[in-house]
């Protein structure tokens, strides 16, 4: 009886032939929760030390465990798998209440599978970092997304890169909103490279030039033009929410830089110090009160 081989993938390799992948949808499934390695494109994670809407994250999370506790039925979460594991795109706060609270062993999900341009051999077990796979899940979007769009980075002034899997997607959608509503829907017969480029000259480079102005994303170092704008963009959306209107983007980048500022200038303060500021701080409080 032979024994299993341990192959490698080399991510680096197969990003070289990434025209050939494709994404196989497999439709919903039961998948095993210790089988799910890595969250995707959670946006409220974008700096330790800078958590926008973390109340809002939060508030999202129990109300989701109340409604799981009270039986409510929620929609499948949503993943790629690569190989034998599994990322979550979309339900993260799901599988964190199924896994946390019910101890589940399993959780329902939309199964959209990468159909790898090498054979999968049931003698050999397959290894990767999770790092090199979500880099490479990267990559495949961006290509799906240039397809889609025709926007090439190679001629593009700021390329649009970024560091979580979900953004392309959501940068397809705002594009999609953008040709169907620009000027009472006078793109939607044209080809969807002229509502790209539109898009990009209009919304993407403005934004990029009160990023650079502001110079915020120097706090950033592992980030990228385009990571700061889905997540400004993400941001509006919950402000927006709130306020029953949408807020627009220069107030949202506004929100966002007033305390990305703010928070910065506390977190290069020793954390002793920061404590008997924030004591002394309360105490004025109550005094006021």
């Not at 809407?53 to 949503?78: A, Q, T, W």
């Not at 599978?113 to 397959?126: A, G, V």
């Not at 979500?134 to 495949?140: H, N, Q, W």
Request: hydrophobic fraction near 35%; charge should be neutral; charged fraction near 25%.
């Amino acid at each position: 009886m032979s024994e299993h081989r341990d192959v490698l993938v080399d991510f680096g390799t197969v990003e070289k032939n990434i025209q050939r992948h494709k994404i196989k949808d497999r439709g919903v499934e039961a998948i095993p929760t210790d089988k799910i390695v890595g969250s995707l494109g959670r946006y409220n994670d974008f700096s330790e030390n800078l958590l926008p809407h973390r109340g809002d994250m939060g508030m999202r999370y129990e109300s989701i465990k109340k409604g799981m506790l009270n039986g409510v039925i929620f929609s499948p979460i949503k993943v790629y798998q690569v190989l034998d594991n599994y990322f979550i795109i979309d339900g993260h706060h799901r599988v964190t209440v199924a896994k946390n609270v019910f101890n589940a062993k399993y959780i329902d999900a939309e199964v959209l599978e990468i159909d790898f341009d090498f054979e999968i051999s049931p003698k050999k077990t397959y290894t990767y970092s999770t790092d090199s796979a979500k880099s490479f899940l990267i990559k495949l979007e961006e290509h799906f997304f240039q397809l889609k769009t025709c926007l090439s980075n190679a001629v593009l002034k700021h390329p649009l890169k970024v560091t979580e899997l979900v953004s392309f997607g959501k940068l397809y959608e705002e594009i999609e909103n953008y040709r169907n509503s620009y000027n009472k829907g006078q793109f939607q017969k044209l080809p969807v490279i002229y509502a790209s480029y539109h898009w990009y000259e209009h919304r993407f480079l403005p934004a990029v030039t009160i990023i650079e102005e502001e110079d915020v994303l120097i706090g950033f170092p592992h980030r990228t033009y385009t990571d700061l704008y889905v997540w400004i963009q993400q941001h509006k959306y919950y402000l927006s929410q709130k306020v029953g209107y949408d807020v627009g983007f220069d107030f949202t980048a506004h929100d966002f830089f007033k305390r990305y500022k703010r928070v910065k200038g506390l977190y290069m303060i020793p954390s002793m110090i920061r404590d008997v500021l924030r004591s002394i701080k309360e105490q004025i409080s109550e005094l006021k009160d």
